[in-house]
């Protein structure tokens, strides 16, 4: 079976039920582990009450003004929906685990709870006015692989990965910014790296596992291999094989 | 690399899942509530331009809402219907990614085409995403077209179907859509005539005067051990090419002990022709008399009925040699043959065979099954396709004459092109003229489109509702894959509606067909078991595409109807012939020219001809000779209806008395890669019938032809003949095969030599087989591999210059004979992923390399295109990128722009699209190896056999290509590679290939006593020398 349930950063499903009905109230008792283990992070609520502002308004502002990161055509706040609300990232990005791409969440999914709440917000104001006109928001990208990498979410994230490790505290971004370089060197370091426990099979150990032909004696491959048959292959957590990514 | 996808999910409407669709896999799902859809997409007007040209940059758009059973970036596999591929309706599994289909593959279960797809099915997608079908409601404005609303033109249709003299033109179809035609004709007091180009007319003449019976029967080539085709196209264009390439590839099962004798009689060998161990060049026309007198031979040696004795007594070998234009004794060997073959079928002309005399050769074909004993065995009546009739070439007449007479009021052509189709003599696009009001319901801007007043353009059929009677029992069912790219809605729909514009109180039972179709539904689930009620049993069957009934469909007991005994055969005489008589014949890419607006079948290599993007005039060498033409020369081509100017094409596979010319080009609209292509034999095909059934006579046409003195071009793929004996396609004789086999000992637990070209420590070694015995060469594997990897059209100029992009290309070789004459062998050609490649170690910037699975690599990120790896590779299957393609730089031709909207929206996300400088070649479809990667390793096990289907060994209609890993010794590709008929491709070279070839076996006797190959013994799959050479 696979790690696919270990996606959320800390929150259950039972909490964000609540935290949709009724956020508000609410936030003191969600308060997520993560926000509370390291002080250095300054939470849209910390500030709001600072502004006095409502946090709502505060994380509006915070994303508005965050200076890395592009400018969202809504101020969306991933930082207060995650810390404040405890959501978990699975909650709108709904499928990544067997999907090549993180789904971006259906505009319907974002009405779901603010047919409801924040209508005096002008950021939601707007994001029903484009419901109502049946148009989609047109999100700045952020993450952009370049077209020759056929990168693929689903065996990431079912070998246990979390969605942080690659996209970083995005419980601490009020707008998102790139925070992985998304160089090959940085993906070689996972790849190249020992296996872990959390991986459910790698190359290397499904060669162990299965019988396979062996290779007659003295039997050698002649084709040019990019680095020394018998030594690598499989051995490392993730395939280091170009074509792994590049076809 | 150039922007592919817009976003992750860049439909943003929500509604290009299709409410009501149900996709085959993820099941207990509770249908879609359609209305919900509905609110949202009318909401949204603005929304609707998100499905549009991506130009939105770096956005991420989503979906406004999720439709059910879709993720982005996921595939989601839908079961459909196809039937305006060619002569059979074909079962889909439609790949549709973010609501846009992207690949079609078979649906397995389908009882024609068993998961198979023909090249035309594979192109299919091109014709949903052409970019000049028709967008919007248009009425003529003087020369051109101006937009009018829907409402404009469904209350002016209404307008026009009131009177009398309405006539509705549809192709034949079953199911729902039959009866609605039907039932609208009846509400209206209108006229529906079934018009298809290509259609069966003669046979069920035929079968009507021979056995009393107007049907078609099922033939069940793979129970012959003899098959006998007088011009049956059944391999590329006839009846079931999908179906019958199945049986056939059954019959021709060699290492199972079969090896059915094939033999093809007629003026020209199509592609189906070339796979025949022999070919009767028997005049045109005269196939009566080849079929007459073998009869005659079998007659003699099983007994019949005096009578038919009586009947057949005039047509010995020697009395019809004259006039057929072939030796007595061969026709008289294979009269032999027949008659001590265990179960012979004899299968009659299809289109190109259709002479004036068409109803004698059904006839006489018909009775050769009869006395052989098929009727009954393996030609079985009551066990075939429902097909509808279609009208005949004089009911076309009738109606062109009352179109002409002012008797039609009112002309709805709806999803056929008369105009195109039909005989410029016929005077069709003449008589159009006297109609007041045409109005055409196509989804392309062809030849009757142009020609209409007003053009409500319907969905494609991929966009559509849709079913079909396949047989006994059986029924396909197809839902819409996307919603309508453009302002379309389904021909069925605008019918509808017009009739109430006509009359409001028209009723079908239901508002639109969606419902109706469902109604009728219904109707069959009451009839049905009714396990499930209605709506479950609704979406199972959507499910699975249609209902299948496993039961063997039941034969109707025939018997020699009195019109047999009677008929009037003509009496052998001596005719020498004399003139030369056309032979116009429907190709497999373009058949009856619905595919020629699709890039993909353009650039296809014709199968035989090996020419793209163009006609051309077939001519047999020693004619070519005495008339001083040589290849590429521009002849013209004059008959009493008219002349037309092509290249010649010297083509050892036609009678030194014919003509021959492919049909389905020359088109003079219908988009920008049709318009102007190449020349329309039609143009100059005199309108005359076969008289007894009164189908159109494409064959048999008197020609004259004069050159020109003009040199052209015909851009033509395959650079030699023969492959110099250099075991690239090798052919050996059967009994020599069969030897073969018989000394042939293979370890069944020992992989194959070449599963040790990859690292030890892998468990995968990927490989392929080809077996050339089966390969017919239609080029399936060249449109599906196109489909799903991305390959671009490049223009006839550039494959001139050697530039094509095609991966895997079926080449076609001659091989002599010992009586002179030549068979031929389709030899698929692709990247060999050698063990040891010649390509890799010339790379200067490790661009190509060897994978650990064996896979010969290639970075296109690394790849600073120096083409050395292209001029060492031996098998020349590289492909380097000119051109970010398809495009023009040079700016000549603007045909090739860039991928046009909505030709884009075909593209698969999972394999980039390469750009300039970039070298590229077949990858082993390395996205599919990946996919099954990662399902496998999220299961914690190896991929099994069966789980990585490259996408050329998916829609081969015959599983001449086998793909697996190699390093499982069971896999069923390792247990081909073993077997005795394996080779490499130039294995001299020690390339060790991970494609293993399968012999050709042909009944024919080779050149050099040796059948053709000359390297008996030679185990080339276990090839020691190979070693040396490390």
Redesign the interface.
């Given at each position: 079976m696979?790690n696919a349930k270990r996606l959320t950063t800390g929150a259950t499903l039972g909490v964000l039920a609540l935290a949709v009905g009724g956020w508000m109230l609410l936030k003191a008792g969600a308060e997520p582990a993560v926000a509370q283990e390291d002080p250095a992070v300054q939470t849209a609520a910390t500030a709001a009450q600072e502004a006095e502002q409502t946090p709502a308004e505060a994380a509006i502002a915070a994303a508005e003004n965050a200076d890395r990161g592009p400018a969202q055509p809504i101020p969306f706040n991933h930082a207060f929906h995650v810390t404040e609300l405890s959501m978990s990232c699975a909650y709108c990005h709904t499928?990544t685990e067997?999907?090549?791409?993180?789904?971006?969440?259906?505009?319907?999914l974002c009405i779901g709870c603010h047919r409801v709440v924040g209508g005096a917000l002008a950021p939601i104001q707007e994001l029903r006015a484009y419901?109502?006109?049946?148009?989609?928001?047109?999100?700045?990208?952020v993450y952009?692989v370049?077209?020759?990498?056929?990168f693929?979410?689903?065996?990431h994230m079912?070998n246990g990965l979390e969605c942080e490790e690659c996209h970083g505290p995005v419980e601490e971004m009020d707008r998102i910014y790139q925070w992985s370089s998304l160089r090959m060197g940085w993906c070689l370091e996972c790849h190249r790296g020992e296996p872990e426990e959390t991986d459910?099979?790698?190359?290397?150990?499904?060669?162990q596992e299965?019988q396979?032909?062996?290779?007659?004696e003295g039997?050698?491959?002649?084709?040019?291999?990019?680095y020394a048959?018998?030594e690598e292959?499989?051995a490392s957590r993730a395939p280091i094989?170009?074509?792994?990514c590049?076809? | 690399m150039h922007e592919r996808e817009m976003t992750e999910s860049s439909c943003a409407s929500g509604t290009c899942g299709c409410g009501g669709a149900e996709p085959v896999a993820e099941p207990g799902t509770s249908r879609r509530d359609f209305l919900k859809v509905i609110g949202v997409a009318g909401a949204g007007v603005a929304a609707t331009a998100a499905c549009g040209p991506p130009d939105a940059g770096d956005k991420l758009i989503s979906y406004l809402v999720t439709p059910e059973n879709t993720t982005p970036g996921v595939n989601t596999t839908y079961a459909t219907l196809l039937t305006g591929a060619g002569p059979e309706p074909l079962g889909l599994h439609a790949w549709v990614r973010d609501g846009r289909p992207i690949k079609l593959e078979g649906n397995p279960s389908f009882p024609t085409n068993r998961g198979k797809l023909t090249a035309l099915a594979q192109s299919a997608l091109q014709d949903l995403y052409d970019p000049d079908r028709v967008q919007q409601p248009l009425r003529r404005a003087g020369d051109g077209f101006q937009p009018v609303s829907w409402e404009e033109a469904i209350a002016n249709a209404g307008g026009a179907v009131g009177g009398a003299g309405v006539v509705l033109l549809t192709p034949p179809v079953t199911g729902s859509r039959a009866q609605l035609y039907t039932e609208w004709a009846a509400a209206l007091r209108a006229e529906h005539v079934q018009y298809e180009p290509f259609n069966y007319v003669v046979q069920r003449r035929a079968n009507e005067i021979t056995f009393g019976v107007r049907d078609i029967p099922a033939y069940d080539v793979d129970g012959a051990d003899f098959i006998l085709s007088f011009g049956a196209e059944f391999l590329e264009t006839w009846l079931a090419p999908t179906d019958l390439s199945r049986r056939y590839a059954a019959a021709r099962a060699f290492e199972t002990g079969r090896q059915a004798e094939f033999v093809f009689v007629g003026p020209r060998l199509s592609l189906t022709g070339t796979n025949a161990d022999d070919w009767i060049p028997a005049r045109a026309g005269t196939e009566t008399l080849v079929a007459l007198a073998i009869a005659r031979a079998v007659a003699e040696r099983r007994g019949v009925a005096p009578r038919l004795t009586a009947l057949l007594a005039p047509y010995s070998p020697d009395a019809v040699a004259d006039q057929v234009g072939v030796p007595a004794e061969r026709i008289q060997a294979l009269a032999e043959k027949v008659a001590g073959a265990r179960a012979p079928i004899a299968l009659p002309p299809g289109v190109a065979g259709q002479g004036q005399a068409a109803t004698d050769a059904h006839v006489a074909v018909a009775l050769l099954n009869w006395v052989a004993g098929a009727v009954g065995q393996t030609v079985r009546f009551g066990a075939g396709a429902r097909r509808a009739e279609s009208a005949s070439f004089t009911e076309m007449e009738r109606l062109i004459s009352a179109m002409r007479s002012g008797g039609v009021s009112t002309l709805i052509v709806a999803g056929v092109n008369p105009v195109y189709s039909l005989p410029a003599a016929s005077g069709f696009a003449d008589a159009l003229g006297q109609v007041t009001t045409v109005i055409s319901l196509g989804s392309h801007m062809d030849e009757t489109t142009q020609a209409a007043g007003w053009v409500l353009p319907a969905n494609h059929e991929l966009e559509s509702w849709s079913d079909a009677e396949i047989g006994a029992g059986a029924r396909g069912l197809g839902q819409p894959l996307i919603s309508p790219l453009f302002d379309t809605r389904q021909a069925e729909d605008i019918l509808m509606q017009v009739a109430v514009a006509a009359s409001p109180g028209t009723d079908f039972g239901a508002p639109d067909f969606a419902s109706y179709l469902q109604n009728r539904w219904r109707e069959l689930h009451r009839a049905g078991d009714r396990v499930l009620g209605f709506e479950s049993w609704w979406v199972e069957r959507m499910k699975a595409g249609g209902i299948y009934d496993r039961s063997p469909a039941p034969t109707t007991p025939v018997s020699l109807a009195a019109g047999a005994f009677a008929y009037d055969f003509p009496t052998p005489g001596q005719d020498g012939g004399g003139s030369l008589s056309l032979v116009a014949y429907p190709t497999l890419q373009f058949y009856d020219g619905r595919g020629a607006n699709r890039p993909w079948m353009q650039e296809m290599p014709d199968p035989v001809v090996k020419a793209v993007w163009n006609s051309w005039v077939e001519l047999h060498p020693d004619a070519a000779t005495a008339r001083g033409l040589a290849h590429g020369d521009i002849v013209e081509v004059r008959s009493e209806s008219g002349s037309i100017r092509a290249p010649v094409f010297v083509y050892r596979g036609i009678r030194e008395d014919c003509v021959g010319m492919p049909l389905g080009q020359g088109h003079t609209a219908y988009g920008r890669f049709a318009a102007g292509r190449g020349v329309n034999p039609l143009e100059i095909l005199p309108a005359r019938t076969d008289a007894t059934s009164g189908a159109l006579a494409f064959g048999g046409a008197a020609v004259e032809l004069t050159a020109t003195g003009e040199r052209g071009q015909l851009v033509n793929t395959q650079g030699s003949d023969s492959d110099h004996d250099r075991h690239i396609a090798t052919m050996i004789g059967v009994d020599l095969a069969r030897a073969e086999l018989r000394e042939h000992h293979a370890d069944p637990d020992q992989a194959v030599d070449a599963a040790f070209d990859s690292d030890p420590n892998s468990p995968y070694r990927w490989g392929m087989t080809i077996d050339l015995n089966l390969c017919t060469g239609c080029g399936a594997c060249t449109a599906a591999c196109a489909a799903e990897n991305n390959i671009p059209w490049v223009g006839e100029k550039r494959v001139q210059q050697g530039r094509e992009m095609s991966w895997i290309s079926v080449a076609r070789y001659y091989k002599e004979t010992a009586d002179g004459g030549f068979r031929t062998l389709h030899a698929p050609m692709l990247c060999q992923h050698c063990g040891d490649a010649p390509c890799e170690p010339v790379c200067p910037v490790y661009a190509t390399y060897h994978n650990p699975e064996g896979l010969n690599a290639q970075v296109y990120n690394r790849c600073v295109g120096t083409r050395y790896c292209a001029n060492n590779c031996p098998y020349k299957v590289r492909r380097f990128n000119w051109y970010t393609y398809p495009m023009g730089e040079d700016g000549e031709d603007r045909t090739f722009g860039e991928w046009p909207y909505p030709l884009n929206l075909q593209l698969n996300p999972d394999v980039t699209v390469r750009s300039k400088g970039v070298m590229e070649k077949c990858t082993f479809c390395v996205q599919r190896i990946s996919r099954a990667k990662f399902l496998a390793k999220d299961q914690g096990r190896q991929v099994g056999d069966g789980e990585v289907v490259s996408a050329c060994m998916q829609t081969c209609p015959t599983e001449a290509i086998v793909f697996g890993n190699l390093k499982d010794p069971a896999s069923r590709v390792s247990q081909l590679a073993r077997g005795a008929r394996g080779y490499h491709a130039l294995d001299e070279l020690s390339t060790r290939p991970a494609v293993t070839y399968l012999k050709g076996v042909t009944h024919a006797e080779l050149e050099n006593g040796s059948h053709g190959g000359g390297h008996e013994g030679e185990e080339s799959h276990d090839s020691e020398n190979a070693e040396s050479h490390a």
């Open positions: 696979t499928g067997r999907s090549k791409v993180a789904v971006m969440p259906a505009l319907s419901w109502a006109r049946g148009e989609p928001v047109p999100w700045e990208r952009k370049p077209e020759f990498v056929q693929y979410h689903e065996p079912r459910v099979a790698t190359d290397y150990m499904l060669s299965y396979h032909a062996p290779t007659p039997r050698q491959p002649t084709g040019l291999y990019p048959i018998s292959y499989g094989d170009c074509l792994a590049h076809y | -």
